[in-house]
């Protein structure tokens, strides 16, 4: 998803960036996340179309108000 959101922005020095980057940007903040044992929430939104799905932006308003378990927390948009 997030290679298709650089694509559509057309930033021309974005376009270079190499996925096996971005990919160990993300592995290097999960392992953080780990180690110092955060609160975190995790929204996956391969589905979401926060323009033309006005339920997707509430879920995700929704969820930053409750209060999570140190660690990992999921949500997961219809």
Do not use: C, M, W
């Not at 298709?4 to 160990?24: A, F, G, M, T, V």
């Amino acid at each position: 998803k997030l290679k298709e959101n650089i694509s559509k922005r057309n930033r021309s020095y974005e376009q270079s960036i190499d996925p096996d980057y971005l990919y160990s940007i993300q592995e290097t903040y999960i392992q953080y996340i780990k180690q110092h044992k955060l609160k975190t929430l995790f929204i996956d939104t391969s589905n979401a179309d926060f323009l033309g799905n006005e339920a997707h932006l509430q879920a995700v308003l929704d969820a930053l108000e409750k209060d999570y378990d140190a660690g990992q927390n999921y949500l997961i948009l219809p």
